[in-house]
């Protein structure tokens, strides 16, 4: 244990040296979850899943225009801008700040839509009760009346699923309307309709009580709706709030992090094996399980505080910059657990990268773009599920992919220790796999001088 | 300055051999040839033992079999009795080495480099911190003993370089090539800390292309080539024995040739 303690005490003191290695382990881990955790909540924002601003030019400004713009501030998906500097835009403005990129999409609601949609609600409802233009309840007679429109400007790059979510939500908000409008019509022709049916039937025969008590609509049905689609997780612990991307994309990050450090401990061990020191230290009382067991030691303990560090980023530097908090998943321990075990097989991976590389060059070339190979394949630059058949087969091989989905069980789903264990095991298994292929390699090639 | 131990302390025995190699072959894989064919030697306590040779001549292979850090394909090498290929852990509390290389890192101070080393050779407390000022100023590094070895001279790094070989006061030191590549200076005082730890009973293998440090130093010269020893005895009975040849360097040109060895 002394032995080992030593090594520790020596190679933390060499990484605390080292400053392009510093930069690896911590600078650009922290940069990436910055920036990518950033960037994809943006992106997130124009794919609709946080909410996004929108230009809304009512030039009605009648009841219709202030539906729309109340019910889409209550579906959570848009911010409502109606100015720019200051001042009210006009459709032309509106229009040109999509084609700029100001804004992803506006929306224009055309003079004189309330008066046209309660005309064609009346004509509509009239159609329906087969009265025609000449029946005396009918109050608008004449030509079929257009169906009135509002149009919504998109900038070409928005995505698909936000294209779709917005427009459904408009569908959404004028379907209501409608309801209402047609309900209003009806609640008010209706009686009139029986009134008239029922004096043309019977003459002057009726008595007037009996018209009277005719009764009316008074029902809102539009906010009284019957069925209900409700969101439910599948995991059984699983968060109140929908995981943001902060959630997602932290942990991601962090993992890619955690397995950047092969190059400098690959880097470590080949200037070590070609400056000889590893020569001096192999003709000492020492075992190269002892020294390998040191290296790794260190680097465990450097990766805990990189991984911590970025958890700190996720849990208060990202909301200060707009993004939500990161929260600590459902089980720390299993956070603990996972955290070293994909720790272990990044340790065991850059062992094995400097046992088997033969210049530096070859480790820090090989290294990265390997990493980057698993990481994708992993999922951490795009989901599995969203990759095709054959890649979701090879991304099983994959490390990164292990670690992702146990801290996504934790960070995610909701999962605990029981969930993540066989990604544990995983982990694990290719830690003491690539130690042993080391190990092997090593005494083959450096003790019989292959 | 006492830095070994007496004989007596150390347990050796009269008649022994501090190092005895027999008949020692190397072929490394995809090699046209081994780069050791049967080698022998055997070098007495407290002698400095001089391995000379060209480059390619098999020296830096014996030392790393010797040093356990290599298997050889036959053969068998003894050091204080212990056998190296059997009993590798019990012969690396017995050596030190200092490489060709300047074994050290670069980015930690020779007082910490000594430190780290002390420690996997199992010195602790004052002894250790006493061991490293005394290495130290056997060196003459005490004034740069808390500098980072990357800003040292090239003769600072090959003084600093044997510290690290002696720090834990080997029974046999094994020196490939330790003073390469430096200025007269310093070469001088190694070789006088050479001398110094001959002096207290510390034996040695060396290796070196400097014929006349092998004249000044050793007891005895193994000149190998190709392999295998082509002379080996005192230097000055060499000498004596070569008519025509007078210094070692001469007699090495005579029996190696003067073709150039990549």
């Not at chain 1, 409502?80 to 700029?100: F, Q, S």
């Not at chain 1, 801290?407 to 605990?416: A, K, Q």
Request: aromatic share 8%.
């Amino acid at each position: 244990m002394f032995k080992i303690g030593a090594t520790v005490i020596k190679e933390l003191l060499l990484l605390w040296r080292d400053r392009a290695g510093m930069l690896v382990l911590f600078v650009m881990p922290a940069l990436l979850v910055l920036v990518i955790t950033l960037v994809q909540e943006n992106v997130l924002r124009t794919m609709g899943e946080s909410s996004t601003r929108i230009l809304l030019v009512d030039k009605d400004g009648q009841s219709l225009g202030q539906t729309v713009e109340k019910k889409l501030l209550e579906s959570g998906l848009v911010e409502i801008i109606k100015e720019i500097d200051g001042r009210e835009v006009d459709e032309k403005e509106a229009v040109e700040a999509v084609i700029n990129s100001d804004f992803q999409l506006c929306i224009i609601i055309p003079k004189g839509i309330t008066k046209a949609v309660k005309a064609k609600a009346r004509q509509v409802v009239m159609k329906s009760l087969s009265m025609d233009d000449t029946s005396a309840v009918n109050k608008t007679p004449g030509k079929e009346i257009q169906r009135p429109d509002i149009a919504v400007y998109f900038d070409p790059t928005v995505l698909g699923g936000f294209r779709s979510a917005i427009l459904n939500s408009l569908n959404l908000v004028i379907v209501g309307i409608e309801i209402d409008e047609k309900m209003k019509v009806l609640s008010r022709l209706l009686p009139e309709y029986i009134n008239m049916s029922i004096r043309k039937e019977m003459g002057p025969f009726v008595p007037e009580d009996l018209i009277k008590d005719i009764p009316g609509i008074q029902l809102d049905f539009s906010s009284n709706p019957l069925l209900e689609v409700r969101e439910k997780p599948a995991y059984e612990n699983a968060f109140e709030k929908t995981p943001t991307s902060v959630q997602q994309n932290v942990p991601a990050w962090a993992l890619f992090g955690i397995f950047f450090i092969v190059v400098p401990m690959a880097g470590g061990l080949i200037k070590e094996r070609h400056d000889k020191t590893l020569s001096r230290l192999l003709t000492m009382p020492v075992s190269y399980i002892t020294l390998i067991s040191g290296k790794v030691i260190a680097y465990v303990f450097v990766c805990l505080i990189q991984f911590g560090l970025i958890l700190v980023i996720g849990k208060f530097l990202l909301p200060l910059l707009g993004s939500p908090m990161l929260e600590i998943g459902s089980d720390p321990m299993a956070l603990i657990i996972i955290t070293l075990s994909a720790i272990l097989a990044a340790t065991g991976y850059g062992v094995l990268l400097g046992t088997v590389a033969r210049t530096y060059e070859q480790a820090s070339m090989f290294g990265p773009i390997s990493i980057v190979i698993a990481a994708a394949l992993g999922g951490i630059m795009v989901p599995v599920y969203a990759m095709p058949k054959i890649m979701q087969k090879i991304s099983a091989f994959s490390p990164l992919e292990w670690g992702l989905d146990a801290f996504l069980d934790i960070f995610v789903r909701g999962g605990n220790i029981k969930t993540v264990l066989f990604d544990v095991f995983l982990l694990l298994s290719f830690f003491v796999v690539t130690m042993f292929v080391s190990w092997i390699y090593f005494f083959h090639k450096t003790r019989n001088g292959a | 300055m006492q830095i070994i131990d007496t004989a007596e302390k150390r347990g050796e025995t009269a008649g022994e051999k501090a190092l005895v190699v027999k008949d020692l072959v190397k072929k490394y894989k995809g090699s046209s040839g081994p780069a050791l064919s049967g080698l022998d030697i055997s070098v007495n306590y407290g002698e400095i033992f001089g391995l000379l040779g060209p480059n390619g001549a098999g020296k830096t292979t014996a030392i790393s079999i010797m040093c356990a850090l290599l298997r050889p394909t036959s053969g068998s090498v003894t050091i204080c009795g212990v056998d190296v290929l059997k009993q590798p852990n019990r012969i690396r509390r017995l050596i030190g080495l200092v490489p060709q290389d300047i074994a050290l890192y670069s980015n930690l101070t020779l007082r910490e480099n000594l430190r780290y080393f002390g420690r996997i050779c199992g010195l602790k407390g004052q002894e250790l911190k006493d061991r490293i000022a005394e290495c130290i100023e056997i060196v003459g590094l005490e004034k740069k003993a808390d500098q980072r070895i990357f800003t040292y001279s090239g003769g600072m790094k090959r003084r600093a370089n044997l510290a690290a070989g002696i720090l834990h006061k080997p029974r046999i030191l094994f020196l490939d090539e330790p003073t390469v590549g430096i200025d007269a200076q310093s070469r001088n005082m190694i070789l006088e800390k050479l001398t110094l730890l001959k002096e207290n009973g510390t034996t040695m293998i060396y290796t070196t292309h400097y014929m006349g440090e092998a004249e000044q130093l050793c007891a005895c010269v193994a000149i190998i080539d190709e392999g295998h020893i082509i002379a080996e005895g005192p230097p000055q009975e060499l000498i004596k024995q070569a008519p025509g040849h007078a210094s070692l360097r001469d007699l090495f040109l005579a029996l190696t040739g003067k073709r150039l060895r990549d």
